[in-house]
């Protein structure tokens, strides 16, 4: 019997501190490039290093069943990965745990191959790792829904009838998705200032980060079948860091009757590592209650909120150190990973591999908890110190946003990185 993928007892002959985030418990998935070859190679996160998965699978390390001759690490993407389903997922992590395992000698004593297929991450430069098809955003924090409701609609009508009973989402848009490191232009766009009566044209003025996490979609459903909710967590490969980045003042002028539009297609930023689910496994956790409970269709079959710290850190371009601004958790989503994607496949509509859904802003119950300036200097009317000297409604030209999340083992974290962007000024409009 094979010790399991998860077990915290499981040790590498890699070495990795407690506080790395990616020890033998995780392995997640991400796409480097490096100057020894042309075609960007998929690879595994170990400690501070990348193992290279394109190599591996070249040499015959996966040609065992169920695994021979399917090339899932022969691509630029990891879309052929996530299309081959969760049998495949586990036998192919159950395949490079046992590869790094202290005990097995086979990578382990054969400096050569070591030498070709593991790479300090300091050497690469890592890719969006997956072509993502269409992406969704839903707005599943209760906490973000009733604070930015209050701030706009007052707090009698804070939530929307609709809000308790499913989870709000829109579509968003895939191309401007960014792997973390690209920086984001601060976006020209139409905004009406309140005491005016007609828009103005200029940069905008109110630019926000919203920390959020996403998953990717597994194996698709065929158009017009409906992904039970019961099953919903087999269509799940793994999930990421994301900022998905916000122009608040061209969202407010523009956002009725459709939604948001402009104020959102700007720029999404995700973190290089895809961690699947079996990795966060052991971290699944009770979700709030839910009152009213759910319609049918989306009443979870157990648990599936997780237990995931998060932080966001801001850098001003005068400041030495980034300082926290932000100190959250995961498991304050309302709505879970697998009500989302029950109630987006509802209608039949299909989802394809590597399709990817974020969370929406998530806040928690506290104000040092909030996962938006909009929230955290509530609207510009709390200006938050960041820094001696440095005091913030949004964000200035130059502001670097990192974003950063683990789960917290015994002894060990399941981690994801970060994600990290920082603000450009405004082309000249
Ligand atoms: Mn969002």
Same mark, same amino acid.
């Given at each position: 019997?094979?010790?399991?993928?998860?077990?915290?007892?499981?040790?590498?002959?890699?070495?990795?501190?407690?506080?790395?985030?990616?020890?033998?418990?995780?392995?997640?998935?991400?796409?480097?490039?490096?100057?020894? =070859?042309?075609? /960007?190679?998929?690879?595994?996160?170990?400690?501070?290093?990348?193992?290279?998965?394109?190599?591996?699978? *070249?040499?015959?390390?996966?040609?065992?069943?169920?695994?021979?001759?399917?090339?899932?690490?022969?691509?630029?993407?990891?879309?052929?990965?996530?299309?081959?389903?969760?049998?495949?997922?586990? *036998?192919?992590?159950?395949?490079?745990?046992?590869?790094?395992?202290?005990?097995?000698?086979?990578?382990?004593?054969?400096?050569?191959?070591?030498?070709?297929?593991?790479?300090?991450?300091?050497?690469?430069?890592?890719?969006?790792?997956?072509?993502?098809?269409?992406?969704?955003? =839903?707005?599943?924090?209760?906490?973000?829904?009733?604070?930015?409701?209050? @701030?706009?609609?007052?707090?009698?009508? /804070?939530?929307?009838?609709?809000?308790?009973?499913?989870?709000?989402?829109?579509?968003?848009?895939?191309?401007?998705?960014?792997?973390?490191?690209?920086?984001?232009?601060?976006?020209?766009?139409?905004?009406?200032?309140?005491?005016?009566?007609?828009?103005?044209?200029?940069?905008?003025? $109110?630019?926000?980060?919203?920390?959020?996490?996403?998953?990717?979609?597994?194996?698709?459903?065929?158009?017009?079948?409906?992904?039970?909710?019961?099953?919903?967590?087999?269509?799940?490969?793994?999930?990421?860091?994301?900022?998905?980045?916000?122009?608040?003042?061209?969202?407010?002028?523009?956002?009725?009757?459709?939604?948001?539009? #402009?104020?959102?297609? #700007?720029?999404?930023?995700?973190?290089?590592?895809?961690?699947?689910?079996?990795? $966060?496994?052991?971290?699944?956790? /009770?979700?709030?209650?839910?009152?009213?409970?759910?319609?049918?269709? $989306?009443?979870?079959?157990?648990?599936?909120?997780?237990?995931?710290?998060?932080?966001?850190?801001?850098?001003?371009?005068?400041?030495?150190?980034?300082?926290?601004?932000?100190?959250?958790?995961?498991?304050?989503?309302?709505?879970?990973?697998?009500?989302?994607?029950?109630?987006?496949?509802?209608?039949?509509?299909?989802?394809?591999?590597?399709? @990817?859904?974020?969370?929406?802003?998530?806040?928690?119950?506290?104000?040092?908890?909030?996962?938006?300036?909009?929230? $955290?200097?509530?609207?510009?009317?709390?200006?938050?110190?960041? /820094?001696?000297?440095?005091?913030?409604?949004?964000?200035?030209?130059?502001?670097?946003?990192?974003?950063?999340?683990?789960?917290?083992?015994?002894?060990?974290?399941?981690?994801?990185?970060?994600?990290?962007?920082?603000?450009?000024?405004?082309?000249?409009?």
């Amino acid at each position: 019997m094979p010790a399991s993928t998860n077990d915290p007892n499981l040790r590498s002959f890699i070495e990795t501190t407690p506080d790395s985030h990616f020890p033998i418990q995780n392995l997640p998935y991400g796409v480097f490039e490096h100057p020894r =070859f042309h075609e /960007a190679h998929i690879g595994a996160a170990i400690g501070e290093q990348i193992l290279d998965l394109t190599i591996l699978e *070249a040499k015959g390390c996966f040609n065992q069943s169920p695994l021979k001759d399917r090339r899932l690490f022969s691509h630029p993407t990891l879309n052929t990965l996530m299309a081959a389903g969760r049998p495949i997922w586990t *036998a192919a992590r159950q395949t490079i745990s046992e590869l790094l395992r202290h005990d097995n000698p086979r990578l382990r004593d054969d400096a050569d191959l070591l030498n070709e297929v593991l790479l300090p991450m300091a050497s690469v430069k890592m890719r969006l790792p997956v072509e993502i098809g269409d992406y969704t955003d =839903f707005y599943a924090s209760k906490e973000h829904a009733v604070n930015v409701g209050a @701030m706009f609609r007052g707090k009698e009508n /804070a939530l929307m009838p609709n809000w308790l009973w499913m989870p709000i989402g829109y579509h968003g848009r895939a191309s401007s998705v960014v792997v973390s490191g690209t920086d984001i232009r601060r976006p020209l766009g139409q905004t009406k200032p309140d005491d005016a009566d007609t828009p103005v044209f200029g940069p905008c003025r $109110l630019m926000d980060f919203e920390l959020e996490m996403g998953f990717f979609t597994g194996p698709g459903n065929k158009h017009g079948h409906p992904i039970p909710i019961e099953k919903s967590s087999e269509y799940i490969f793994g999930m990421v860091l994301v900022n998905d980045w916000s122009a608040r003042d061209i969202q407010k002028w523009e956002y009725q009757p459709l939604g948001p539009f #402009l104020s959102k297609n #700007l720029g999404t930023s995700i973190s290089p590592w895809v961690v699947t689910l079996d990795a $966060l496994e052991p971290f699944r956790c /009770a979700g709030p209650k839910q009152e009213p409970e759910p319609l049918p269709y $989306l009443r979870s079959p157990g648990d599936y909120a997780y237990d995931i710290t998060l932080e966001v850190h801001l850098r001003g371009e005068n400041m030495d150190q980034p300082a926290r601004i932000c100190q959250s958790n995961f498991k304050y989503m309302y709505w879970n990973i697998c009500q989302q994607l029950a109630h987006h496949t509802i209608t039949g509509c299909n989802i394809r591999p590597g399709d @990817m859904m974020a969370s929406g802003t998530i806040s928690g119950p506290t104000p040092d908890s909030y996962g938006s300036m909009l929230e $955290l200097a509530w609207r510009g009317t709390k200006p938050l110190t960041i /820094a001696p000297g440095e005091t913030r409604k949004f964000l200035q030209d130059h502001d670097m946003v990192m974003m950063s999340g683990w789960c917290l083992g015994d002894g060990y974290r399941i981690g994801f990185g970060e994600v990290r962007g920082a603000i450009l000024p405004a082309l000249k409009g």
